[in-house]
Each structure stands twice: as C-alpha cells, then as structure tokens.
C-alpha cells in the first residue's frame, strides 16, 4: 500500500490551495484518512481527518478555513485550504487506515510521503 500525496506549493497569505492524497495497492477498505502538518522542531500535528461515512474532524486552527474531504471510488483524500496564513507553513502529510484484504481484520496506518506547503507573508 502507497499513499501520494500531492498539490503543495507556495502560495501568499489569504490564498488558497488544494491537496489530494490517493491511497494504492491492496485495499481491502480504508477506514479514516487525515491531513497532518509538521514544522522543523514541532511534532507532527492533527489538521483534519474524515472516516468511510464522511463525517469530519478538524483542528481548531483550520475550522473555517479548511475542508477535508474523500472520494471513496478513487481512494482519495482531498483538503482544500482557503485564507491560509504564514503560520500555516509546514509539510503536509496524508494518512489512512487501511485493511488490505478480507482476512485481516487489524487495519494498519499508513502515511504518505508529505508535500511542503509556505505561505508567504
């Protein structure tokens, strides 16, 4: 199982950018699938996360701002970004919770390669 993620970029503040992340391989189902973000120094930390259902969690710095969303056919995990801010600086990183076959019943975590998001002031 892959995840890749992409769209990252530079952008200035109060634009927008929209990251897709697609998971691959053998996939059986795929639980939740979530944005984190990580600056140099700092853990890694929760941005959003969707479950199969579509329901939505979001940190409190993007609520508002930030919109996660998946498209189960394709595998995928969207987070549309608006307003964004210097401090939304960081690499961006896709995970998902995924069963690979029929049999396995533990789901494992898995997480795609991140993708650098600056926001210039």
């Known amino acids: 199982v892959q995840l890749q993620a992409s769209g990252g970029g530079l952008v200035q503040a109060g634009g927008s950018l929209e990251l897709s992340c697609q998971a691959s391989g053998y996939i059986f189902s795929i639980n939740a699938m979530g944005w984190y973000r990580q600056v140099p120094g700092k853990q890694r930390e929760l941005v959003a996360t969707?479950?199969?259902?579509?329901?939505?969690n979001y940190a409190d710095s993007a609520k508002g701002r930030f919109t996660v969303a998946r498209d189960n056919a394709k595998n995928t995990v969207y987070l549309q970004m608006n307003t964004l801010k210097p401090e939304d600086t960081a690499v961006y990183y896709c995970?998902?919770?995924?069963?690979?076959?029929?049999?396995?019943?533990?789901?494992?975590?898995?997480w795609g390669q991140g993708t650098q998001v600056t926001v210039s002031s």
């Open positions: 995970n998902a919770g995924i069963r690979s076959r029929p049999n396995v019943l533990n789901e494992i975590t898995y």
């Open positions: 969707t479950t199969s259902d579509g329901s939505a």
